[in-house]
């Protein structure tokens, strides 16, 4: 009986017949990882890449770099700073693209101190391609953040780090693409709006309804004052929900123009980051930030 168990055993061990060698078990599994983090499946990705790490040691560098990059993906920030630095301990060679991942999970982990002294040491590497990285993921960072001359000044820095490389000249592309003017929105004149016809700030400021919806209630309102005068002489009941929804819709149209202008200025900033994204990933941004 112990003889038979121990044959099953070995067997199961050998697996079938033509079975690959461990070695390749082992690529293949790693493959296997690599090719669901490529499409995207970063949850699934991750389960691959810790079984080859457990059952392959000798793949160790190769999962823990993969790990960081989809747990980065997969928004687990703590993870993929725990295997960025697993990572680069493994192997010193690949320290900066994990130095650089690290850095994309502390700021979008919200750890903006730290995040920025990581920052730091990429952005004065030796070497040239990992402060241009570091220089150019700040741009893009500052670009979907709307700061746009901020952004060219970073974007500038890049270019001018690694002049002549797919980096420097990506930096130089998105740097030019960038608008010297967002058109934006007045907030006097939605003002001006607001005060000569209720509701008609909102509708400058991009709320169509919102402003139909001011108009209407200051109009009924309104109303009602002139009705409660007209019948009794008396109209201070009508008084404060008056004021609150006029003075309101004027407050109100200079926010939304605010908001207008905000916004203007972060979809051009997301306009150059799109229409560079095929650079980017030629230029070695496995991530954008």
């Not at 033509?18 to 070695?23: I, L, Y």
């Not at 790990?67 to 697993?86: I, Q």
């Not at 060679?93 to 650089?100: C, H, K, L």
């Not at 002049?163 to 007045?186: F, H, Y």
């Amino acid at each position: 009986m112990v003889s038979t168990v121990l044959l099953a055993l070995a067997l199961v061990a050998q697996g079938p017949a033509g079975a690959p060698a461990p070695t390749n078990l082992a690529v293949r599994q790693l493959e296997f990882a690599e090719d669901l983090s490529a499409r995207g499946d970063d949850f699934s990705a991750i389960t691959e890449f810790r079984r080859a790490r457990f059952f392959y040691p000798a793949l160790a560098t190769a999962a823990e770099r993969g790990l960081a990059h989809a747990s980065l993906r997969s928004g687990d920030f703590r993870h993929a700073r725990v295997h960025a630095r697993s990572a680069a301990t493994l192997n010193p060679a690949i320290a900066d693209e994990m130095g650089y991942v690290e850095w994309l999970a502390l700021a979008a982990d919200g750890l903006q101190t730290e995040a920025d002294r990581q920052w730091r040491l990429l952005a004065t590497s030796p070497v040239t391609t990992t402060a241009a990285q570091a220089l150019l993921a700040r741009g893009v960072l500052t670009l979907r953040h709307g700061a746009l001359p901020e952004a060219a000044s970073w974007l500038g820095r890049a270019s001018r780090t690694a002049p002549g490389t797919a980096l420097g000249n990506t930096a130089a592309s998105m740097q030019a693409a960038i608008p010297a003017e967002v058109p934006e929105k007045s907030q006097i004149v939605a003002g001006l709006l607001a005060i000569a016809i209720p509701g008609a700030g909102q509708i400058y400021g991009g709320r169509t309804w919102e402003g139909l919806g001011n108009f209407a209630l200051t109009s009924l309102f309104v109303y009602g004052a002139y009705n409660s005068w007209r019948n009794d002489g008396r109209f201070e009941f009508w008084l404060l929900p008056v004021a609150a929804v006029y003075f309101g819709g004027i407050s109100r149209s200079a926010a939304l123009v605010s908001q207008y202008n905000e916004r203007a200025k972060h979809d051009a900033g997301a306009a150059v980051v799109d229409a560079h994204l095929a650079p980017l990933s030629a230029a070695g941004f496995r991530h954008l930030p």
